[in-house]
Nanobody
Framework: QVQLVESGGGLVQPGGSLRLSCAASIDIFSISSMRWYRQAPGKQRELVAAITSGFSTNYADAVKGRFTISRDNAKNTVYLQMNNLKPEDTAVYYC????????WGQGTQVTVSS
């Protein structure tokens, strides 16, 4: 059974940092583009960052220069390093595989508050 397990969320003050991890139990991980999404209360899920199988990256304008997506194919894991966090980054963060777009994990809560 395909699984995506996100971790690393928590409560952090504005300006702080968190590193999210997503462990994927999919055989095709190394050839899959992986994405991080987030969903804030009352808002639609939005794409935050993406990384291709060739390690090319893209970011939403709201997080450019603050977030970094990376992947470790040996560990079937994708990461999201989040720096200089702002209250508007508060959301549940999810990872997703472009090859299995209907598969979602439980997400990890990120709360940025003083």
């Amino acid at each position: 059974q395909v699984q995506l397990v996100e971790s690393g969320g928590g409560l952090v003050q504005p300006g702080g940092s968190l590193r999210l991890s997503c462990a994927a139990s999919i055989d095709i991980f190394s050839i899959s583009s992986m994405r991080w999404y987030r969903q804030a209360p009352g808002k639609q899920r939005e794409l935050v960052a993406a990384i291709t199988s060739g390690f090319s990256t893209n970011y939403a304008d709201a997080v450019k220069g603050r977030f970094t997506i990376s992947r470790d194919n040996a560990k079937n894991t994708v990461y999201l390093q989040m720096n200089n966090l702002k209250p508007e980054d508060t959301a549940v963060y999810y990872c997703n595989s472009a090859r299995l777009p209907r598969v979602w994990g439980q997400g990890t809560q990120v709360t940025v508050s003083s």
